[in-house]
């Protein structure tokens, strides 16, 4: 009898196992937040995510996007009493203070109010030789804004926010965290070249990811790159002056606004690639080190045991050069 008994647990126990679906790799893409999208994750055959993953990303950009009206963060812009705050933006307000604090404001998403002067934000573009930069900066400063009550409370009620140089890495992380709950060990997510990615991809080896040239090249038709990079488990985030900039009587201005003078800047750092555990850290690290320019944004990386970085510059002779951070380096395939 007990012989009997052990047969039949063996073949319940087969049966579970041949009613598991195997796990294979999903491949997915799209638009979204006006850019492009690639997911890809190790999931049973058969099951899809995508649904949910698209609700998730369509409640975010409600959370922050200048574009929707009836968003969070528009409706705090304009200052209506009855706003509700979600933990979408009360998250993206917290971080922003502390990456502005570290950066001495080079990252401060209170400066919509310039990049909309200059043409690289959500409305009222002015003429570059028409900009009142002394007039904006007063209302622009993340110590002008805090958190009390759940409400936003503005020095100036003239202040906004623009979550652009943030967004797309934080809804990286949403999806990166959202296929985690789900139990996905093998991942990556990327939208609009920011990316974070966990385990191995379906060639059962690291995800490799490309780090592009500076070549200005508004429409990304002409991507060309630089160095290719293994990417296990964290974030990459880029950020550049190559493809949003436009061109007025003969000069170059570019989408990155030095929020405590008020100019796009205008120095030898071309573009700053940086690695950190999330995505949303990652891009306002990236946005603040095109401000901040290659020597003190070496110093901060220096100092934060999370931060990893590729930066490309132009030397004293006008060449390309480059600056890796050492574990970095030890990822770039060579």
Not at 186 to 205: D, F, H, L, P
Request: charged share 25%.
């Amino acid at each position: 009898m007990y012989k009997y008994k052990y047969i039949f647990l063996l073949l319940i126990g087969f049966a579970l196992v041949s009613c598991k679906k195997e796990a294979t790799y999903h491949f997915k893409e799209g638009k979204v937040f006006g850019t492009f999208y690639h997911f890809v994750y190790e999931y049973p055959e058969g099951e899809d995510l995508q649904v949910e993953i698209m609700q998730k990303l369509k409640e975010f950009d409600f959370s922050l996007s200048t574009y929707n009206p009836e968003s969070v963060i528009s409706k705090v812009n304009d200052n209506d009493s009855s706003v509700v705050l979600d933990d979408y933006f009360i998250t993206c307000f917290k971080t922003s203070e502390q990456i502005a604090q570290i950066t001495d404001g080079a990252f401060d998403w209170t400066v919509a109010p310039l990049a909309n002067a200059w043409g690289f934000g959500f409305k009222n573009k002015l003429e570059p030789e028409d900009i009142p930069v002394d007039s904006l900066l007063m209302v622009v400063g993340y110590q002008k804004v805090k958190l009390q009550g759940g409400k936003v409370i503005k020095e100036d009620p003239r202040i906004m926010f623009d979550a652009s140089a943030i967004a797309k890495g934080y809804g990286v992380d949403i999806v990166a965290d959202y296929l985690e709950s789900k139990g996905i060990v093998n991942y990556m997510v990327e939208i609009g070249g920011e990316i974070r990615a966990k385990g191995n991809s379906n060639k059962n080896r690291p995800w490799r990811v490309g780090i592009d040239q500076p070549i200005d090249d508004p429409s990304s038709l002409s991507r060309q790159i630089q160095d290719v990079m293994e990417l296990e488990n964290g974030a990459l985030a880029t950020s550049g002056n190559y493809r949003q900039f436009y061109i007025k009587d003969g000069k170059k201005y570019a989408h990155t606004i030095d929020p405590r003078l008020g100019y796009p800047v205008q120095h030898s750092l071309l573009s700053a690639s940086v690695v950190a555990p999330t995505c949303m850290k990652a891009d306002a690290y990236a946005t603040a080190f095109m401000v901040l320019g290659l020597e003190k944004s070496i110093e901060i990386v220096k100092n934060d045991p999370e931060l990893e970085a590729y930066f490309i510059y132009t030397d004293e002779e006008g060449a390309l050069a480059t600056y890796i951070s050492e574990k970095l380096n030890a990822k770039i395939l060579k």
